[in-house]
Every structure is written in structure tokens, then in C-alpha cells.
Nanobody, 114 residues
């Protein structure tokens, strides 16, 4: 079973920054495009950003220009740098392969206070 472990969440004031990290198995990072998703209370899980094995990125309109996704295949990690955070960014953040085909981890809670 593929395991993905997220970390780096926390409580931050609006306008602040956080950096999330996700570590997984080597085979995943060698083969798959990776993505960050988030789920706010009472809402469906949504795609935040994704990155191909070659480093091509896509972002949801709501985070474009504020968030940056990156990956280090040699360390089996994918990261999400989040700047200029807003209260509406509050959610549990998850990493997964693009399309969500791997098992979901516990996620990491991000709370942005106004």
C-alpha cells in the first residue's frame, strides 16, 4: 500500500506563509505527476496544484500567484509553498498522485486567522 505523509501545517495569521511537505515511496515519485488537494469543513476536496514528473505545474485559480508547488524526486518529496494566506485557505491539505489514485494520508491542517 502506497503511503503518503504530509507535514508542515499550522495556525497562521492572514498574510502569512507556510510550507507543506509530503514524502512518499520512490516508485511514486519516479512515475507519477503529484498534486496537493485540500478539503475545507463542509466542502468537497479540491485540487490546489499539480506538478508533472518533469516539473510542469498547474494551479487552481484561487491560489495562482500565491502558492508554489515543487518536487524533489531524489528525496521523494513534493512541497507546497503558501504565501499571502487568506482565511479561505483554511482546510486540511493532502498530497496524492494527480487524479487522486493513491491512498489518502492523514493530511495536515492549515488554519488561517483573520
Amino acid at each position: 500500500q502506497v503511503q503518503l505523509v504530509e507535514s508542515g501545517g499550522g495556525l497562521v495569521q492572514a498574510g502569512g506563509s507556510l510550507r507543506l511537505s509530503c514524502v512518499g515511496s520512490r516508485i511514486i515519485f519516479r512515475i507519477y505527476a503529484m498534486a496537493w488537494y485540500r478539503q475545507a469543513p463542509g466542502k468537497q476536496r479540491e485540487l490546489v496544484a499539480d506538478i508533472s514528473t518533469g516539473g510542469l505545474t498547474n494551479y487552481a485559480a484561487s491560489v495562482k500567484g500565491r502558492f508554489t508547488i515543487s518536487r524533489d524526486n531524489s528525496k521523494n518529496t513534493v512541497s507546497l509553498q503558501m504565501n499571502s494566506l487568506k482565511p479561505e485557505d483554511t482546510a486540511v491539505y493532502y498530497c496524492n498522485v494527480r487524479g487522486g489514485g493513491a491512498s489518502w494520508g492523514q493530511g495536515t491542517q492549515v488554519t488561517v486567522s483573520s
